[in-house]
Structure formats: structure tokens, C-alpha cells
């Protein structure tokens, strides 16, 4: 990955949740190339070694589980133990899951053989809203404590589902929209002392979760691939690098520090277009 330009993030002492993913291994990636420090946070174990591996001795892998807020605890230890105090956060941990989602778009009368709202499972809707709200309370909770002396930055990772909510994904495209709810409310909360909090809404990125909605077994578009591009005027997926440049603008302090509070949409014009 070549950055679109560089900040100076030496002083900075990041912990980017979701780091074994597409999307956040990257953005942690672009964080160390710019000189900070980065604690790659993840469940998956295996995921954020390798990429620890990869990065080098300015990144450290901590396996957490951020449903856990002992656990969360402990891998703050870790990051303190190596690197201080935090003054970066990134809330990257999210995601779907196939029980929170229906199989059809619109409920019609002969639904009786698909998965329609009614048959959607508690417990999928609520490991949807724990993965993506609870886990950015009780990690924001853990490091925001490091900011309180010396200011801080958090970034929250929204979706274009929390502009307008996608079909089949209700609970997803809900936890989204309590995301960009939640970084309005830390941005006025943390003001006085200093920390920034605002959140990036990706459009549509091929990732490990997604994967599977958009392209078939041998990798041809599905329907509602057809249907993604057609609503998005640049008519083609987000790469990873196309998030770069907002992160490392929301990043630096000298670029973006009056700017709190905001969610911005990367995602090819997919928010503005009305499909007129």
C-alpha cells in the first residue's frame, strides 16, 4: 500500500480493534508507516501474530475478546506495558451474522420457505448489536481513560447502512446507526478534556464477511452485486487504499483538530444518489 501522503504520528500510541480484518489491518499498517505505535487488537489470535509479524517491532499483537471488558482490561496492561499510555483509538471490531439476516429483500406472502424478519433469531440480533455497539463502549471505556490527561483521538467505524438502512441486514444497519450516534455523543462528552471522536462510513468493500453476498462459489457477481454498482455512481467497489487518505486526515491533529463530532461517508457517491 502506497499513502496518499503522509502525517506525523510519532507521538501517537494507537489501538485499532478489528485489526486482523480486511479493512483494519490496513489502516494499522498506514498508522505505523506513519510513525505510531499500534496495538493490533482481535479475537483471532492467529491473524494479528502474523500481522505483528509482518509490521515489526512498533506493533504489537494482543489477543482480546472486546465482548469482555476483563479481557479488554489485560490487553490494555499489555499495551501499557509496551508503549504507554494510549492517545489514539480506532473502533474497528464489527460485523453481520447470517442470523440477523434475512433471505429476501421484501416481505411478500409466499415467503413461507425463506428466512423472512419473523424468523430471524434473538440471538443473532443481539451478538450483531453486541459486536458492533457494546464492543465500542466498553473499549472506548477501557482507553479513552489513558486521554483524559493529555487529549486524545477516537475514531469509530460507521457504515453507509447508517444513512439508510440496506435490506436483509436490519440489525447490522441498525448497530450502524447507534455507532454514528454513539460518536456525536462522545465528541460532545470528551470536548472539554481534549479528545476528538469522529467515524468513517465506508459504501461497499469487499471483505472476508461480505464476500460470500457478493460473489458466488466461482467468484461471479451475484444480484446483489448488480444492484450495489448500479447505486453507486463511480460503479465499482472501495479499495482499502481509498480509506487511507480520510484516516490519516482525521488522524493528524494539526490537519483535522477542530473537526469532532462527524461521520464521513468513502463510499462513491453511493449517499448521494437517489437512483434518479
Not at 443473532?124 to 482507553?143: C, H, M, P, R, S
Not at 477516537?154 to 436483509?168: D, G, Q, V
Request: hydrophobic share 45%; net charge negative.
Amino acid at each position: 500500500m502506497k499513502l496518499p501522503f503522509t502525517v506525523d504520528l510519532s507521538d501517537k500510541v494507537a489501538v485499532v480493534t478489528g485489526a486482523g480484518g480486511v479493512l483494519m489491518s490496513e489502516f494499522a499498517r498506514a498508522l505505523l508507516d506513519c510513525g505510531a505505535r499500534v496495538a493490533l487488537v482481535d479475537i483471532n489470535k492467529e491473524a494479528v501474530e502474523k500481522l505483528a509479524a509482518e509490521l515489526g517491532e512498533r506493533a504489537l499483537a494482543v489477543p482480546a475478546n472486546c465482548l469482555d471488558k476483563a479481557d479488554i482490561e489485560a490487553a490494555a496492561e499489555k499495551v501499557h506495558a509496551a508503549f504507554g499510555p494510549v492517545n489514539f483509538l480506532i473502533n474497528g471490531a464489527g460485523g453481520n451474522n447470517p442470523r440477523a439476516t434475512t433471505d429476501n429483500e421484501y416481505m411478500t406472502p409466499d415467503m413461507a420457505a425463506c428466512k423472512d424478519f419473523f424468523a430471524l433469531e434473538e440471538s443473532g440480533i443481539k451478538f450483531v448489536f453486541d459486536l458492533n455497539i457494546t464492543t465500542a463502549f466498553l473499549v472506548t471505556q477501557v482507553f479513552a481513560k489513558d486521554m483524559l490527561q493529555g487529549g486524545g483521538n477516537i475514531i469509530n467505524i460507521s457504515s453507509m447502512n447508517a444513512f439508510s438502512p440496506l435490506t436483509k441486514i436490519p440489525a447490522y444497519s441498525a448497530a450502524k446507526a447507534g455507532i454514528s450516534n454513539f460518536t456525536e455523543w462522545l465528541a460532545v462528552h470528551f470536548a472539554p478534556v481534549g479528545i476528538r471522536c469522529n467515524a468513517i462510513a465506508p459504501g461497499f468493500f469487499v471483505t472476508h464477511q461480505n464476500r460470500g453476498l457478493l460473489f458466488d462459489a466461482e467468484g461471479n457477481p451475484t444480484a446483489r452485486t448488480d444492484k450495489i454498482l448500479k447505486g453507486t455512481p463511480q460503479n465499482r467497489f472501495g479499495e482499502v487504499d481509498d480509506l487511507i487518505g480520510t484516516l490519516l486526515w482525521l488522524a493528524s491533529d494539526a490537519a483535522s483538530g477542530f473537526v469532532t463530532g462527524t461521520v464521513i461517508p468513502v463510499d462513491g457517491g453511493f449517499h448521494a444518489f437517489s437512483g434518479v
